[in-house]
């Protein structure tokens, strides 16, 4: 079946999740519906009720156009602008990563590692490489009295991020500076997180289309071994990190050994890791040795 005018919503639905399956991309059926309803503008209640409505020419090219990006392989998010973590609706950018739900777990661990300081008021938190905002907006949401920095090489995702934090409600709490992971920083955080990028130069190419053809290059580039990041942050968490604060790391698959002997190059000791839901070792707490 094509897709053209004079069939009904459920039927556009159904042809753009058998195509979707057809090219073996994962979830075709929610794929499928969060598509059409931004194609046709609606919300899920919306699209539910108005399944049997007849397409008219205009609504089958719009929802056609979006079929021809998802089956290029582009993401869902990077088609709709946007993409949910912690609960939170985050805008996206084409200089921003996708924020995946592993990177939840990073959420999970700076929380639990700052437990005993989560009713000290004014905790400092920094977000080095913010991107769309995401670790340093859950955390705001998480954390009330909390006031938090991210810093970003790229103005692009900077202004991303900052548009995030005002529609949030969080503008008051959180600012934004253009430098290299820490190095415009100036004071001690009680609580430093980033998602650095990870993944060695040789690797990226084997990367799934969605990942390699429309993430940004600069938010997956690790350098020759993925670690170039790591140095670069803990070469500089000691200046930036309170007496008692803590540094909170996202791992690549496989990296614990060679990140933890990394922070321990630059004085840091490692906690045990936290692993996401499918049992990588994904969130590292560190701390300044004595």
Aim: with cysteine.
């Amino acid at each position: 079946m094509d897709l053209t005018a004079g069939i009904t919503i459920a039927a556009a639905r159904r042809w753009l999740a058998q195509s979707l399956r057809e090219r073996g991309l994962d979830t075709p059926e929610l794929d499928a519906r969060l598509l059409v309803a931004h194609a046709l503008k609606l919300d899920r209640a919306a699209l539910a009720a108005q399944d049997q409505r007849i397409l008219t020419a205009g609504e089958a090219d719009a929802v056609a156009a979006l079929a021809a990006r998802r089956l290029a392989h582009e993401p869902v998010a990077r088609i709709l602008g946007r993409k949910e973590f912690w609960g939170l609706e985050l805008r996206l950018n084409a200089a921003t990563l996708v924020p995946r739900p592993e990177t939840e777990t990073v959420v999970e661990a700076a929380l639990a590692a700052i437990d005993h300081n989560r009713a000290r008021p004014a905790l400092r938190v920094a977000d080095l490489g913010t991107g769309s905002g995401a670790l340093l907006l859950a955390l705001l949401a998480e954390l009330p009295a909390a006031y938090g920095i991210g810093t970003d090489v790229s103005l692009a995702a900077l202004g991303c991020a900052r548009a995030n934090a005002e529609a949030l409600g969080f503008a008051a709490r959180a600012s934004f500076v253009a430098c290299d992971y820490g190095a415009a920083l100036h004071g001690s955080f009680d609580l430093v997180i980033s998602n650095p990028p990870y993944i060695a130069h040789a690797e990226i190419a084997t990367l799934a289309p969605e990942v390699r053809d429309f993430d940004p290059y600069g938010a997956l580039d690790g350098g020759t071994d993925g670690l170039a990041a790591y140095r670069a942050i803990a070469a500089d968490a000691r200046r930036l990190l309170s007496p008692d604060g803590i540094l909170v790391l996202e791992l690549g698959a496989g990296q614990l050994d060679a990140v933890t002997a990394v922070l321990a190059a630059s004085g840091l000791a490692a906690g045990p890791p936290r692993h996401d839901l499918a049992g990588v070792a994904r969130a590292l707490a560190v701390r300044p040795l004595p």
